[in-house]
């Protein structure tokens, strides 16, 4: 059964009618890439409705419902409503602007709604990853695994933040990603006590850690890793914390398994680092879902009671963030399974000196 499919079976227990404007659900579901165009569900049909633009790519590569050419769009959809005889309609509300909604509810002959209970059914539909989705974020992390052994014989004392951040996003946009899963974070010495740097000049100095959190696209579907090594030796105390992160991260990864809480799996990590006298410089959670975005259900979060799926996706990157003198993160990212987890995370994460 496809998404869409999964999507027009479950829609009877909301409405009659669902509207997805967003870029990444109007993909996530007909598989076709757009800036602009209009989803419009029914329990017994799905269109896309789309300008001249898009219109001959929409026509060979939408999957699962029919394209229309966007001549007056609300005109259009209340024409489908009226052919459907749909009551009732409701639209994702998680990327539908208040300008949108307005419009939307003024000119359609519908009753319009922003119920959550859609938003949630598209969230529930999209966290539990189909095989070839789950290739797909293989695929871009293998990309991104590349680009982490270039970056080892790139890294050197004098190169700029900067410099390495344009590096490794060069040669992953050059290795088959389609786009970066996000702005890459390429952090050193000091600067890697903030979580979310962002690059600068500073040079790398003997003695700095490196922190690269970064990941690749292809087809849609992201990859989400984060590695710190060190150039030239580390202080005992950085030693004593990356250990303390790496068991942290270890003992996490060996407790993922399908039906646990997000809370719980959080608590694995988090203890760890507590029992040692860190608990306050770990002010993250320790983990989040992957997928078309790079942040999506389920997390892993001392407040989130989600359950964690089987064939979900989770991250696990707990850290020490010391202010003023240096951070750690160690992230891998799983397929949540019964009984386990499958690491789609291959690249080294012992204590890299170069």
Do not use: W
């Not at 005889?85 to 709604?113: D, I, P, R, W």
């Not at 000091?190 to 490196?210: C, I, M, R, W, Y």
């Not at 407040?303 to 990157?317: G, K």
């Amino acid at each position: 059964m496809t998404h869409l499919e999964q999507l027009m079976n479950s829609l009877g227990n909301i409405c009659d009618c669902g509207i997805i404007n967003d870029t990444v659900n109007r993909r996530y579901f007909t598989g076709m890439k757009s800036s602009d165009g209009t989803l419009v569900v029914f329990k017994d049909k799905a269109y896309l409705i789309i300008d001249f633009r898009y219109i001959e790519k929409a026509r060979a590569t939408a999957k699962g419902c029919e394209v229309i050419l966007q001549d007056r769009l609300y005109h259009q959809i209340n024409d489908l409503i009226k052919k459907h005889n749909a009551k009732t309609a409701v639209v994702n509300t998680e990327f539908c602007t208040v300008e949108q909604f307005t419009a939307m509810k003024s000119a359609l002959k519908v009753g319009l709604s922003s119920d959550n209970a859609f938003t949630k059914l598209i969230r529930s539909i999209r966290m539990v990853k189909t095989r070839s989705e789950i290739e797909l974020m293989i695929q871009a992390q293998r990309i991104a695994e590349k680009g982490f052994e270039h970056m080892l014989d790139y890294v050197r004392v004098g190169k700029t933040e900067k410099e390495i951040q344009l590096e490794l996003d060069h040669f992953m946009l050059t290795h088959g990603a389609e786009e970066l899963s996000f702005d890459t974070i390429a952090l050193s010495g000091k600067n890697t006590s903030l979580p979310h740097g962002v690059p600068s000049e500073k040079a790398v100095e003997q003695g700095d850690f490196v922190l690269l959190d970064f990941g690749a696209v292809v087809q849609g579907y992201h990859s989400d890793m984060t590695r710190t090594f060190c150039v030239g030796e580390p202080t005992d105390k950085m030693r004593k914390v990356y250990d303390i992160v790496l068991n942290a991260q270890l003992a996490a990864l060996g407790a993922v398994k399908a039906g646990m809480t997000g809370k719980e799996l959080d608590a694995v990590a988090r203890d760890i680092i507590s029992n040692e006298g860190y608990g306050d410089n770990f002010g993250h959670s320790l983990g989040h879902g992957v997928g078309m975005e790079i942040h999506e259900m389920p997390y892993a979060s001392p407040s989130r009671d989600n359950i964690l799926l089987e064939n979900s996706i989770v991250t696990v990157e707990p850290g020490i963030y010391i202010e003023g003198e240096f951070g750690v993160r160690i992230e891998d990212f799983v397929v949540v399974k019964n009984g386990g987890c499958e690491n789609m995370t291959k690249a080294e994460k012992q204590l890299i000196i170069i």
